[in-house]
Structure formats: structure tokens, C-alpha cells
């Protein structure tokens, strides 16, 4: 099986900035994609960014890129998400997760709370 334990989360005002992580353990495997999604209260949960496992191909949802960040550690097995500019919209639970190209099973963290104040 695989784990990812996301942090980072917390309050923080609108324009601040933020850096989730998520770490991988278990069976991890180069045929995965790692990516983050956001889930804000009455909503769907949406697609935010992801990355190869090899940290090399990052792909952002429209409204936040220039503004995140996502990156890979290789050593620490590590994906991580810098927030810059946030504002009330970006308030939400993100999710770290982490999809087999192969088999197409989706691995799901427990999630972390961000929230912005005005």
C-alpha cells in the first residue's frame, strides 16, 4: 500500500503565503503521478498541479499558476506546494494524491485545511 501524509496547512491573510507537503511511503513507484487537489466547502473537489515522479513534467489548473508552485523531492520522497498570493477563493482542504499511470488506482492523503482571511 501506499501513505501520504500531507502538512503545512494553517491560517494565514489574503496576499500571505503558504508550503504544503505531502510525503510518500509504502510502494511507491515511478509509474506515479503526484498531484494536488483542493476541495472548498460546497464545492467539487478540484485538480490544483501535478508532477512526474521524476519532478521533471508539472502541469498547474489555470487559475493558479503563477501563483503555485509544485515541486519533488527525490531523496525524501517529498512533493511539495508553494502558495504565494492567497486570497479567500484559495480556502479549501488540499489533497495530496498520487496516481498509478499503470493501473490507474488513485492513492488519497487525509488532507489539510488552508484558510484565508480577508
Known amino acids: 500500500q501506499v501513505q501520504l501524509v500531507e502538512s503545512g496547512g494553517g491560517s494565514v491573510q489574503a496576499g500571505g503565503s503558504l508550503r504544503l507537503s505531502c510525503v510518500a511511503s509504502g510502494r511507491t513507484s515511478s509509474s506515479f503521478r503526484m498531484a494536488w487537489f483542493r476541495q472548498a466547502p460546497g464545492k467539487e473537489r478540484e485538480f490544483v498541479a501535478d508532477?512526474?515522479?521524476?519532478?521533471?513534467?508539472?502541469r498547474y489548473a489555470a487559475s493558479m499558476k503563477g501563483r503555485f508552485t509544485i515541486s519533488k523531492d527525490n531523496a525524501q520522497n517529498t512533493v511539495l506546494l508553494q502558495m504565494n498570493s492567497l486570497n479567500f477563493e484559495d480556502t479549501a482542504v488540499y489533497y495530496c494524491?498520487?496516481?498509478?499511470?499503470?493501473?490507474?488506482?488513485?492513492?488519497w492523503g487525509q488532507g489539510t485545511q488552508v484558510t484565508v482571511s480577508s
Open positions: 494524491n498520487a496516481k498509478d499511470l499503470i493501473t490507474t488506482y488513485n492513492y
Open positions: 508532477i512526474s515522479w521524476s519532478g521533471v513534467s508539472k
